[in-house]
């Protein structure tokens, strides 16, 4: 299994950018796709960002794509959600979410795909 950790989360301004951490631990030999979900209040999560087991390929919704960048680095077992241009409508829960691949260059997009969740990071942006 492996146990994620999120942090960086907090308080930004419209415009202004914030870096998310997701950290790993525990089977993180084995290849796996990790993901980023939001949840803002009264709504269902959505599906932010992946990136591929390879770190090659990426996927990003259409709500952020243009304005948020995924990155992984597997020596530190971390992966990272780059928020830029925020916007109020960007204040949600933000999750980190794996699961394990057999395969280098996919990435799954819908959050069913994945297993492993972390307690998730509080983002606000204010107008």
């Known amino acids: 299994q492996v146990q994620l950790v999120e942090s960086g989360g907090g308080l930004a301004q419209a415009g202004g950018s914030l870096r998310l951490f997701c950290a790993a631990s525990?089977?993180?030999?084995?290849?796996?796709?990790m993901g980023w979900v939001r949840q803002a209040p009264g709504k269902e999560r959505e599906f932010v960002a992946t990136?591929?087991?390879?770190?090659?390929?990426?996927y990003y919704s259409d709500s952020v794509k243009g304005r948020f960048t995924i990155s992984r680095e597997y020596a530190k077992r971390t992966a990272y959600l780059q928020m830029n241009s925020l916007k109020p409508e960007d204040t949600a829960v933000y999750y980190c979410?794996?699961?394990?691949?057999?395969?280098?260059?996919?990435?799954?997009?819908?959050?069913?795909?994945?297993?492993?969740w972390g307690q998730g990071t509080q983002v606000t942006v204010s107008s």
């Open positions: 990136i591929s087991g390879s770190g090659t390929k990426t």
């Open positions: 979410a794996a699961r394990y691949t057999y395969y280098s260059d996919r990435y799954y997009d819908t959050e069913r795909e994945y297993g492993y």
């Open positions: 525990g089977r993180t030999n084995s290849m796996y796709v």
